[in-house]
T-cell receptor
Framework: DAKTTQPTSMDCAEGRAANLPCNHS???????VYWYRQIHSQGPQYIIHGLKNNETNEMASLIITEDRKSSTLILPHATLRDTAVYYCNTMGSGSGNTGKLIFGQGTTLQVKP | GAGVSQSPSNKVTEKGKDVELRCDPISGHTALYWYRQSLGQGLEFLIYFQGNSAPDKSGLPSDRFSAERTGGSVSTLTIQRTQQEDSAVYLC????????????FGPGTRLTVT
């Protein structure tokens, strides 16, 4: 099961920033936070991951709190194509890690014109 | 370059028949994963390959499910004696290795068992 909690749904106006929260209060020291999204009828798509420092790539920014118990995914200028289910989870980086993804219910983000 | 491809894109089969689903990962990706997603449900892990070995097959739901990978590349997921509850979208993903968080997914095979 996913070890995170996310709001079930959120709305965002097109062109505005979308801020998606994720709670991972039981995260352990060697676990990364990762985000994927799934647009309707498509396979999941990797967005970003991070350990403790904030991360940014061409898709999004990831802000992780200092205690690492929560994080926020930021889509700086949401477009209609960003409407999707967004999944957050944690995964260890040790040698026993198989990399299998576990998704909870995620947050359904609806970007509105 | 080419992404992950899967075939067929759709498969309708009768209950009790065997089916084979194919996955062509991105060239050079050593890790390969099979997942499935039932209608309105989350992602369910099935099996993980590192090269041609499957160190984690804990997600296979029954012994009717098997998978192999050859040449460190193509993988085939076989479902024997299909049941209606096997109906789902079967997704394949590949990555540079288990320690890489970025997995690339194929478009999936929609399996319908009638």
């Amino acid at each position: 099961d996913a070890k995170t909690t996310q709001p079930t749904s959120m709305d965002c106006a097109e062109g505005r920033a979308a801020n998606l929260p994720c709670n991972h209060s039981t995260i352990s020291g060697n676990e990364y936070v990762y985000w994927y999204r799934q647009i309707h009828s498509q396979g999941p798509q990797y967005i970003i991951h991070g350990l403790k420092n904030n991360e940014t790539n061409e898709m999004a920014s990831l802000i992780i709190t200092e205690d690492r118990k929560s994080s926020t995914l930021i889509l700086p200028h949401a477009t209609l194509r960003d409407t999707a289910v967004y999944y957050c989870n944690t995964m260890g980086s040790g040698s026993g890690n198989t990399g299998k993804l576990i998704f909870g219910q995620g947050t359904t983000l609806q970007v509105k014109p | 370059g080419a992404g992950v491809s899967q075939s067929p894109s759709n498969k309708v089969t009768e209950k009790g028949k065997d089916v084979e689903l194919r996955c062509d990962p991105i060239s050079g990706h050593t890790a390969l994963y099979w997942y499935r997603q039932s209608l309105g449900q989350g992602l369910e892990f099935l099996i993980y390959f590192q090269g041609n070995s499957a160190p984690d097959k804990s997600g296979l739901p029954s012994d009717r499910f098997s998978a192999e990978r050859t040449g460190g590349s193509v993988s085939t997921l076989t479902i024997q004696r299909t049941q209606q509850e096997d109906s789902a979208v079967y997704l394949c993903a590949s990555s540079l290795g288990a320690r890489y968080y970025e997995q690339y997914f194929g478009p999936g095979t929609r399996l319908t068992v009638t």
